[in-house]
């Protein structure tokens, strides 16, 4: 019987090893659980090569450790399970009466009150304690039966009031200890003369250690591993690799009230939706995690949600054992409430003062134009042939730039609102000419068409100076190229540079037709106004010379709104 007393000793000592490489939990109920029953182990191993009364007894004492102590720190094992906090007073007073009932076991060959005799005899090898019981030898038995009925109150408390509570593993922690109880109570009726209690505490605690790292690896209360000091934070809620429930915190309780209506073990369905964006976005990473370290933790972001007036945002941390085999998952939420109000207090105020900005750019943008327009005007007034131009031009650009949107030539709608912007502009140089030639009412001279010619250059150096530093680059350059080049012919013959073809400007080539165009429908000093098909036969025939091809196309689709818009206008 040494040997198996021996193998006992050896297995139990065993499972101390293997809690102390896999704890998750560091609970301390369970580390004494095990060294109670390496403890007792000694002492029935040390029983089996006794020779002598004494040695026999002290066996015995040390034996009876594991029948005083396994049964209360084997409750609090239990208690923790259940997730039910225990006062300190109780693990204290608990502890202190089974320190007295262990007194009246060291009283055995001294005083009758464990046991009133006690012989050694020697059987086939083996030595056998002969003993009559005395009163107080009743108190381990008691005891015993105590703890498992305070173990199924325990129980019954922790699934009345919701708690994370794994009926499973609860149900198998009792019915080992009704098992050893019962081994015990066996061996007392039967007078058995060799015991099998060692045997039955490392049944105990074998099927304990699994109900113990199940609810351990999945626990929301004191797993270090991930949560370590930082209680603060406000919920936890576990699942294992299945996203099968096994937990929470009560903060995770007030988050999702409908986590009381699940038991640990049950897949989660109806949830809000809050609660299912977060089970949607737990990962299926089974088998990703083998071989990592338990201590090289991994987690997931949780993105912020509004629930219950309040944000929340956190963490999905990636449960691993010691092997780096996954074992599930833990939502971490934060209450992050004040930082995002105060993140959209910035934003609103951002957003109201981007606005304000955006109103005054406008309104200076609207004035700054306006006052474009009012020069481009007052220019015009000292032009006595060409009265109204500025304003028909513009509109006649704006038409046309409808129309060049959709005629795939690679001009996008902010580049056309840019030429539309410009148009007024075209003709701002002639603030520069000669009265005598601009105000003339009949055909220019050789001499004074020079001269009228350098508007354009002047324009150019007026767009860029009342432009420049105040509007973006792109619009300034528009402006300047419309003000410069839009009377330059594809041809090459036209002024100030004689540009040929895609060497003029696009927004040039566009302002050309506007302004010939109005200038052929228009009555001038020199001239009468020529009807619209008249226009449309020049610009037709010119296109290719004067004008850009594609463009003279464009532009001669535009005939029904432009002419709606000559003959509904003052002109």
């Known amino acids: 019987m040494e040997y198996l007393y021996l193998?006992?000793?050896?297995?139990?000592?065993?499972?101390?090893?293997?809690?102390?490489?896999?704890?998750?939990?560091?609970?301390?109920?369970?580390?004494?659980?095990?060294?109670?029953?390496?403890?007792?182990?000694?002492?029935?191993?040390?029983?089996?090569?006794?020779?002598?009364?004494?040695?026999?007894?002290?066996?015995?004492?040390?034996?009876?450790?594991?029948?005083?102590?396994?049964?209360?720190?084997?409750?609090?094992?239990?208690?923790?399970?259940?997730?039910i906090t225990l006062s300190k007073t109780v693990k204290i007073i608990l502890p202190l009466i089974q320190v007295v009932i262990f007194g009246f076991v060291c009283t055995m060959g001294r005083q009758p009150l464990f046991y009133?005799?006690?012989?050694?005899?020697?059987?086939?090898?083996?030595?056998?304690?002969?003993?009559?019981?005395?009163?107080?030898?009743?108190?381990?038995?008691?005891?015993?039966?105590?703890?498992?009925?305070?173990?199924?109150?325990?129980?019954?408390?922790?699934y009345k009031k919701k708690k994370s509570l794994d009926r499973k593993n609860a149900v198998t922690m009792l019915l080992l200890m009704v098992v050893a109880i019962g081994v015990y109570i066996m061996e007392k009726v039967f007078s058995i003369k060799f015991t099998i209690i060692p045997l039955a505490f490392d049944v105990l605690m074998l099927g304990a250690l699994i109900p113990m790292y199940d609810s351990n690896i999945y626990t929301v209360y004191e797993n270090k591993d991930i949560i370590g000091e930082q209680l603060s934070h406000v919920g936890f809620l576990t699942f294992n690799t299945k996203k099968a429930y096994k937990g929470c915190d009560s903060n995770m309780e007030k988050i999702f009230p409908e986590l009381l209506q699940y038991t640990i073990g049950?897949?989660?369905?109806?949830?809000?939706?809050?609660?299912?964006?977060?089970?949607?976005?737990?990962p299926d990473m089974d088998g990703m995690y083998k071989g990592r370290s338990s201590k090289e933790h991994v987690s997931l972001p949780v993105e912020v949600f509004l629930q219950n007036d309040k944000y929340y945002d956190g963490k999905i941390h990636i449960l691993t054992s010691p092997l780096g085999n996954l074992k599930g998952y833990t939502v971490e939420l934060r209450d992050n409430t004040e930082h995002y109000k105060t993140?959209?207090?910035?934003?609103?105020?951002?957003?109201?003062?981007?606005?304000?900005?955006?109103?005054?750019?406008?309104?200076?943008?609207?004035?700054?134009?306006?006052?474009?327009?009012?020069?481009?005007?007052?220019?015009?007034?000292?032009?006595?042939?060409?009265?109204?131009?500025?304003?028909?031009?513009?509109?006649?650009?704006?038409?046309?730039a409808k129309k060049?949107?959709?005629?795939?030539?690679?001009?996008?709608?902010?580049?056309?609102?840019?030429?539309?912007?410009?148009?007024?502009?075209?003709?701002?140089?002639?603030?520069?000419?000669?009265?005598?030639?601009?105000?003339?009412?009949?055909?220019?001279?050789?001499?004074?068409?020079?001269?009228?010619?350098k508007h354009s250059e002047i324009g150019y150096h007026m767009v860029n100076e009342i432009l420049s530093g105040v509007e973006d680059e792109e619009f300034v350059r528009v402006a300047e190229n419309v003000a410069h080049y839009h009377h330059e012919k594809v041809n090459g013959k036209g002024y100030p540079d004689g540009l040929q073809g895609d060497e003029i400007p696009i927004e040039a080539r566009i302002m050309a037709l506007a302004d010939v165009f109005d200038a052929l429908v228009s009555k001038r000093c020199y001239k009468d106004a020529f009807s619209y098909e008249r226009a449309y036969e020049i610009i037709k025939t010119d296109a290719g010379t004067h004008f850009d091809s594609q463009l003279a196309e464009v532009f001669l689709s535009c005939k029904e709104e432009l002419e709606n818009y000559y003959n509904g206008s003052d002109t």
């Open 116 to 158: 009133t005799s006690a012989e050694l005899q020697i059987i086939n090898g083996m030595p056998v304690l002969q003993k009559s019981y005395g009163p107080f030898h009743i108190l381990p038995i008691v005891s015993m039966f105590l703890y498992l009925f305070l173990g199924i109150v325990i129980v019954i408390f922790a």
């Open 343 to 400: 993140l959209a207090l910035k934003e609103r105020y951002n957003e109201e003062l981007a606005q304000e900005v955006d109103a005054k750019t406008k309104r200076i943008k609207t004035i700054q134009e306006k006052t474009i327009l009012g020069m481009a005007q007052m220019v015009e007034s000292r032009d006595l042939s060409t009265g109204g131009h500025v304003k028909r031009t513009s509109e006649v650009v704006r038409i046309f």
């Open 7 to 83: 193998m006992c000793l050896l297995v139990s000592i065993g499972m101390l090893v293997w809690l102390k490489i896999y704890d998750v939990r560091s609970s301390v109920s369970q580390y004494l659980d095990l060294i109670i029953v390496i403890i007792s182990s000694f002492g029935y191993f040390f029983m089996s090569i006794s020779r002598t009364l004494e040695e026999a007894l002290l066996s015995q004492i040390i034996g009876y450790v594991g029948g005083v102590f396994l049964p209360v720190f084997y409750f609090f094992s239990v208690s923790e399970i259940c997730h």
């Open 266 to 282: 049950q897949i989660i369905s109806n949830s809000s939706p809050n609660l299912q964006r977060i089970l949607d976005s737990i």
């Open 404 to 453: 060049l949107v959709t005629a795939n030539l690679g001009l996008t709608p902010d580049f056309l609102s840019l030429v539309i912007r410009s148009a007024p502009m075209h003709d701002l140089g002639k603030i520069g000419v000669d009265d005598a030639v601009l105000r003339k009412q009949a055909k220019f001279t050789d001499e004074e068409y020079e001269k009228m010619k």
